[in-house]
């Protein structure tokens, strides 16, 4: 059964075509806490972005084909990743507001006794124009568990 506190790893890569063949992922690495309500897998986090001070309290939910990510803080959003569905939402930043457009080709999850992995893949559109296609590897560990890895 995982426990409450955990470690979670996202990686994202977005490639597009503008971008550099070897462009690296960006991870954030940060401790979280895990619960599981109704059939339903949820992870809470903040982060505080480079050269900002307030913190966004991020809420990750994820169950059977389907992942969200919402965001309250200097970023506001409500992201819905879903195999083989299109989402819409709107981003909320510092430098105004922006349309998402999430057109989810897969997500899979992946549970064991003290670790949890979820693979989405999507293509990202903002205003209306195709930016990247992107690959998401969210991992979540119990703190406790002796095997932690970020792989």
Known sequence: MMKKDVLLSICGLQIAEDMPKDAEPIEVITPAQYYFK?????VLYDEIAEN??????????????YLSLTKHGADNVHMVIESEKQNDTYYATCAGMLHISLDGKN?????????IQVDARYNLAINYEHVANCELKINIQSKESSDFSLA
């Open 52 to 65: 900002e001070t307030e913190v966004t309290r991020n809420t990750l939910q994820f169950y059977d084909r």
């Open 38 to 42: 109704n059939g339903k897998h949820y």
């Open 107 to 115: 997500v899979e999850i992946k549970e064991q006794e003290n670790k």
